[in-house]
């Protein structure tokens, strides 16, 4: 393959004595002519190579139709009205619907309608105590750059706003619903509708990721703000002092346990934490005296299961105490007794797979909703009744999709350090070694849990294997587990990955010549590590939106939030570390590099393209082999959210690409 040319340049930083080479320095502005005028030759190349991917018209046929399940979101009720998300199939994003009591509900915020051309996303949502209003945040192209908008629930019309700089703000409405607090450009702000959002007043002017809650009675704020391995808390008691000037207690601070509060209906501040337990615990405190030294202990860590959930509903007997975990990234919800902690039983649940959060009735009740999901199984809502027992479907995925039988695995590898590490394995039943795509995320203490895929699900159906390593730097394992790859120990991240991608050859479940890895986000840096660290362990890489250059992420896009995650360029040891491993900067010349193909988003805010631009020139200018190394570039969407179909669109690419690359022939998906 002839790829566009890339000047190498002699830039050369000096950071703490270390010589840093950067040839491709010029990629990282995306308004120099010479950049659009590569990235365009690039989207040439990409074009010429997809055309020829084998059974790539039926990879998106078979995306879309398992697509077409489309989703179902839990209830949220306030005032007798129940909020929910629902997408059809026909249907390019989920749309905000609104029910009253005997009512199948409207639609309340269509992103569809505001813009056919299915640029514009909801961001986020949330409805005031009673029902009358509602505050909801809308961005265009991906960008995230929310703007929040305060609409009549009744009559739809629009009452406030736009207010800018609100991306993905939590929103806590007080009791008139006429004001509500905010996060507004990183600092917390108290909102009055009618009133100009420049006026508004800064409760808290310090800019950090912060969030908010408030209890059912609007009585009780709760602030936090992340920091380094943990987050400060605070807690404000409104009838004590005024909205404007809420007397804010430290909960905690400067600690590295994360810590989640909220006041309940019986007047008790509930506590989940991992403070002085890596694996959580649920405390329970007056929120008089919120302080650590004050908490209780309610509900214990489970050796094996990390916490992260409890709601309370009515049960038989009186109340009962419902807690959400993960035993292995798979959920379950314990019921417990709600003033000793004691364990009265479970929740009734479908399978093996996700349990999403708990929601209840803000005035009370018995019943409890929340969603699950897993390999085989759209997103549906589920029921639980705490006075029966019983656990229902409350309302499935809208669409009927037919999926295929596939059975899963779930394996246990050793890591380079002797750490065991597990892996979730999809396949049909058949002889190996097959085609296979290992995947993983690895970082932020986010779990890979299971979930329904019609990304993963073409490929197992058509023959192939999938497999999710649930890798040091995921929340798995709880803290312990995220702290084991951050920051200077980020290494055993990758180590986990090559782990278990030896493991899936030595077990016969693949080869080298037949195993691609994929990731996404932080997971494209997992991808770019071991493709740099082990190029001779794989045949096909995808990395999408991917952090690549490790000793200049800072200074883009969320950057400068992830320095608690990976360290700082900055720091002359952390710099260390992140020389250790920044895929771009362990490019080799002359390496047999597997086939790669890198994914760009033209809104992206979180992740800069540029980090795949320089990565991609790099490895064309490096790599001895055959397999191709191109850039898929796509304007008009971001990190997150898009279209449906765009996601058809994408999933069908990166399918082809694999496929092609690790010999998995049936690419019609039949």
């Excluded at 006026?199 to 009780?220: F, K, M, N, P, Q």
């Excluded at 771009?584 to 980090?611: E, I, K, M, N």
């Amino acid at each position: 393959m002839i790829y566009p040319p890339a000047e190498r340049e002699p830039v050369v930083d000096v950071l703490f004595g270390r010589a840093v080479p950067d040839p491709y320095r010029w990629l990282e502005d995306g308004d120099d002519p010479r950049t659009r005028d590569w990235l365009a030759a690039q989207d040439g190349l990409w074009r010429e190579h997809a055309a020829t991917l084998p059974g790539r018209d039926g990879w998106h046929a078979r995306v879309a139709a398992l697509t077409g399940a489309g989703t179902a979101g839990t209830p949220m009720w306030r005032g007798g009205r129940r909020f929910f998300l629902r997408r059809t199939a026909e249907q390019e994003h989920a749309v905000l619907h609104v029910a009253g009591p005997g009512e199948d509900g409207r639609a309340l915020v269509d992103p569809g309608a505001l813009d056919p051309a299915g640029l514009v996303t909801l961001d986020h949502w949330q409805p005031d105590a009673e029902g009358r209003s509602l505050a909801f945040q809308l961005s265009r192209s991906g960008d995230e750059h929310s703007h929040l908008y305060v609409a009549d629930v009744t009559t739809g019309e629009v009452l406030d706003g736009p207010i800018d700089r609100c991306r993905y703000s939590p929103v806590a409405w007080l009791p008139d619903g006429k004001s509500f607090f905010y996060v507004r450009g990183r600092r917390v702000c108290l909102h009055r509708l009618g009133t100009p959002a420049d006026d508004d007043v800064v409760v808290r002017a310090e800019e950090r990721s912060y969030g908010l809650g408030i209890s059912a009675d609007g009585r009780w704020l709760t602030v936090s703000a992340g920091r380094p391995g943990g987050n400060d808390l605070w807690l404000a008691d409104l009838a004590a002092s005024s909205p404007e000037r809420p007397a804010l207690r430290p909960v905690q601070e400067g600690t590295d346990a994360v810590t989640v509060a909220g006041v309940g209906p019986d007047g008790r501040l509930y506590l989940l934490t991992t403070r002085d337990a890596p694996r959580g615990r649920l405390c329970v405190a007056d929120p008089a005296r919120p302080s650590p030294e004050d908490w209780s202990e309610l509900v214990g860590p489970d050796p094996e299961a990390v916490i992260g959930d409890f709601t309370v509903a009515e049960g038989a007997g009186g109340p009962v105490l419902l807690v959400g975990w993960t035993r292995h990234a798979t959920g379950e919800i314990s019921v417990h007794d709600p003033v000793t902690g004691g364990r009265l039983g479970s929740v009734p649940l479908p399978g093996l797979g996700s349990v999403g959060r708990m929601a209840t009735r803000p005035e009370g009740g018995p019943e409890v909703w929340f969603t699950y999901t897993d390999g085989l199984t759209p997103v549906g809502v589920h029921r639980y009744d705490a006075r029966t027992g019983r656990t229902t479907l409350w309302e499935a995925a809208p669409g009927a999709v037919e999926v295929p039988s596939v059975a899963s695995h779930r394996l246990v590898c050793v890591s380079a350090d002797g750490t065991p590490v597990r892996m979730l394995v999809l396949a049909r039943p058949g002889p190996g070694p097959r085609p296979t795509v290992l995947y993983g995320y690895g970082g932020f203490g986010r779990p890979l849990a299971p979930s329904y895929s019609s990304y993963v699900l073409p490929w197992v159906e058509a023959g192939g294997v999938f497999a999710f390593v649930q890798a040091r730097g995921g929340g798995e394992e709880g803290a312990d587990w995220h702290r084991a790859g951050m920051l200077g120990a980020k290494q055993n991240t990758f180590d986990d990955v090559v782990a278990a991608a030896e493991h899936l050859v030595a077990e016969g479940w693949t080869t080298p010549e037949r195993l691609g890895v994929c990731g996404e986000s932080n997971g494209g840096l997992l991808a770019g590590a071991v493709l740099t660290q082990r190029p001779d362990l794989f045949a096909a890489v995808v990395c999408s939106a991917p952090l690549l250059d490790m000793v200049r992420y800072e200074r883009w896009g969320l950057g400068p939030a992830w320095r608690g995650e990976y360290g700082s360029a900055d720091d002359p040891e952390q710099l260390g570390w992140l020389l250790g491993y920044s895929p771009y900067h362990r490019v080799v010349a002359g390496t047999d590099y597997p086939a790669t193909l890198l994914t760009t988003f033209g809104g992206d805010t979180r992740v800069d393209p540029l980090h795949a631009r320089k990565m991609c020139a790099a490895l064309q200018w490096a790599t001895s082999g055959d397999g191709p190394v191109v850039l898929r570039h796509e304007d008009g969407v971001g990190h997150g959210a898009r279209s449906a179909s765009r996601s058809v669109d994408l999933a069908a690419d990166m399918l082809a690409f694999l496929a092609l690359h690790t010999g998995l022939t049936r690419g019609s998906g039949a």
